[in-house]
């Protein structure tokens, strides 16, 4: 199952992201690239209405996710920014590991 919701072209170790924003939009970026998702705006509106109900992060990693209609293909983009991004979360530490989950609206998706 992994294999199907993730592959080489969607795993980036060297992020170039410098806050939150460019991390979502180099995350979304490359699912739009990999056909993954229809809409990289749609989607990132989707994933920041998800994100104000609570911080998806906690111990270094963060997990974006979001159901969406943006979503043609559920799917796992990973990324690595070895000096971590501020992400608002209560336990103070900036994630180092990314894990954004697209999962499409109209399915049961994938569950955290």
């Known amino acids: 199952m992994i294999t199907q919701l993730t592959n ?3 795993i980036n170790n060297n992020l170039q ?3 939150k924003k ?3 939009e180099e995350l979304a970026g490359m ?6 998702i229809s ?3 749609a989607f990132l509106a989707d994933i920041e209405i998800r994100e104000s109900q609570s911080i ?3 111990d270094g ?3 974006p996710h979001s159901k969406s209609k943006a979503v043609t293909e559920p799917a796992i983009a990973v990324g690595v920014k070895r000096e971590g991004i501020e992400y608002g979360d209560e336990d103070g530490i900036n994630p180092t590991v990314f894990f954004m989950i697209a999962s ?3 399915k049961g998706g994938i569950e955290l």
């Open 8 to 10: 080489v072209n969607l």
């Open 22 to 24: 460019e991390l979502f």
């Open 61 to 63: 990693i963060a997990y």
């Open 56 to 58: 998806t992060s906690m």
């Open 17 to 19: 992201a410098n806050n």
């Open 104 to 106: 499409p609206d109209n």
């Open 31 to 36: 699912l739009f690239e990999n056909n993954r």
């Open 39 to 41: 809409s990289k705006e």
